[in-house]
């Protein structure tokens, strides 16, 4: 089975730099994904690491530790309309081929002035 | 323009009825999903489709039924709605054996009453 643990809120002042850990337990680790969702609307696609290391895109990095079962994905220069959920996911390859994503539970971030 | 779309947007019906949510993507995707996602923003898969093959059915009641005529469209038929089954819906897809990041149409809220 799969474990993908993320905080549940995270409060953060607009302008700033925030951090949203995820760490995860899997058995056919094969890559990791970040989505934000804002309330009503569908998840859209953030990053992807499958090697360890940062990958940088804009305001937005993500990084990724395989031996660690660990990701974060870091948010620059907040801004408002950067209030939403920020899921984790992990894929998993299937035993009989094709690949599952496994979403965790989201992060509800908030950004104040 | 749209690249994943579904209908309806929204769903409102008795229980024990008997509805279907319909997902078309013209991204040329060869792989669609659905997932559920409850009333605690928890985003879970429920089937995948390969080229119109099952290739992920995750445990889910026999009352939900896919159905893919063809790699483009993946309908959803639910029978004897249950007011559990009150949640949004989402349909995905994803280019195997690509990085499989998966696009996400804009969802279907359904409301068991």
């Known amino acids: 089975g799969q474990n993908i643990d993320q905080p549940t809120e995270m409060t953060a002042t607009e302008g700033a730099i925030v951090q949203i850990n995820c760490t995860y337990q899997t058995s056919g680790f094969n890559g990791l994904f970040w989505y934000q969702q804002h309330a009503g609307e569908a998840p859209t696609f953030l990053s992807y690491n499958v090697l360890d290391g940062l990958e940088e895109k804009g305001r937005f990095s993500s990084f990724l530790s395989r031996s660690k079962g660990y990701s974060y994905l870091l948010l620059k220069e907040l801004q408002m309309k950067d209030s939403a959920s920020y899921l984790c996911?992990?894929?998993?390859?299937?035993?009989?081929?094709?690949?599952?994503?496994?979403f965790g539970t989201g992060t509800q971030l908030k950004v104040e002035l | 323009d749209t690249a994943v779309s579904q209908t309806p947007k929204y769903l409102v019906t008795q229980m024990g009825n008997d509805k279907s949510i319909k997902c078309e993507q013209n991204l040329g995707h060869d792989t669609m999903y659905w997932y559920k996602q409850d009333s605690k923003k928890f985003l879970k898969i429920m089937f995948s489709?390969?080229?119109?093959?099952?290739?992920i059915n995750e445990t889910v009641p026999n009352r939900f039924s896919p159905k893919s005529p063809d790699k483009a469209h993946l309908n959803l038929h639910i029978n004897s709605l249950e007011l559990g089954d009150s949640a949004v819906y989402f349909c995905a897809s994803s280019q195997v054996p690509r990085r499989e990041t998966q696009y996400f149409g804009p969802g279907t809220r359904l409301l068991v009453l």
């Open positions: 489709y390969n080229n119109k093959e099952l290739i």
């Open positions: 996911a992990v894929r998993d390859l299937l035993t009989g081929g094709g690949n599952k994503l496994t």
